[in-house]
């Protein structure tokens, strides 16, 4: 009878620790490893508008989700210069398959697999805060977003960069 019960308690002790050691490597080691958050099949823009010293540019891009579970999307910006003034960020109402007649402010939102959200990012910048040489160059977006246990960054390449400078007929 008390081998019986020892038996038992190792059986248990094990179905835990095969549970667990599941848990660790299947599950969470999926998290960690997902990089599926790719740009989607639709992209506008940069278009670039403004007279005298003020300018303003807006990129449109669609966050999509290519891989087998849910993200959260928590951000999409990282544009960054010494002139540029103001980044706001915008989305379309919902996950959609073409590009948003309209846009709202921005916030956090979850992405199903298979699915894509538009999202648009508006700068501003004044041609006077530009060096005689500076140049800025906007190449891609970046966009944190969380899986399970996981926040991560990626870097979404834009179809068209934005060049911002005096020299280049921006300013």
Do not use: H, W
Not at 60 to 78: H, M, P, T
Not at 90 to 109: D, G, I, N, Q
Request: with cysteine; hydrophobic share 45%; glycine share 10%.
């Amino acid at each position: 009878m008390r081998l019986l019960r020892g038996l038992l308690k190792l059986l248990v002790f094990l179905a835990v620790l095969a549970g667990l050691v599941y848990v660790i490597v299947f599950v969470i080691g999926a998290q960690y490893t997902f990089n599926d958050v790719k740009a989607g099949s639709f992209q506008e823009g940069p278009f670039v508008r403004g007279k005298g010293d003020s300018r303003k540019f807006e990129v449109r891009v669609a966050v999509a989700n290519r891989g087998d579970r849910k993200v959260e999307i928590r951000k999409v910006g990282g544009i960054e210069g010494n002139a540029l003034a103001r980044v706001k960020a915008r989305m379309a109402r919902r996950e959609m398959r073409k590009p948003a007649r309209r846009l709202v402010p921005f916030k956090a939102f979850e992405l199903k697999p298979g699915r894509q959200r538009e999202v648009g990012l508006l700068a501003r910048f004044k041609c006077s805060e530009l060096g005689k040489r500076e140049t800025i160059l906007i190449d891609a977006v970046e966009v944190r977003y969380k899986v399970g246990l996981f926040e991560k960054n990626k870097n979404i390449a834009l179809k068209r960069r934005v060049r911002v400078g005096r020299k280049g007929a921006r300013c």
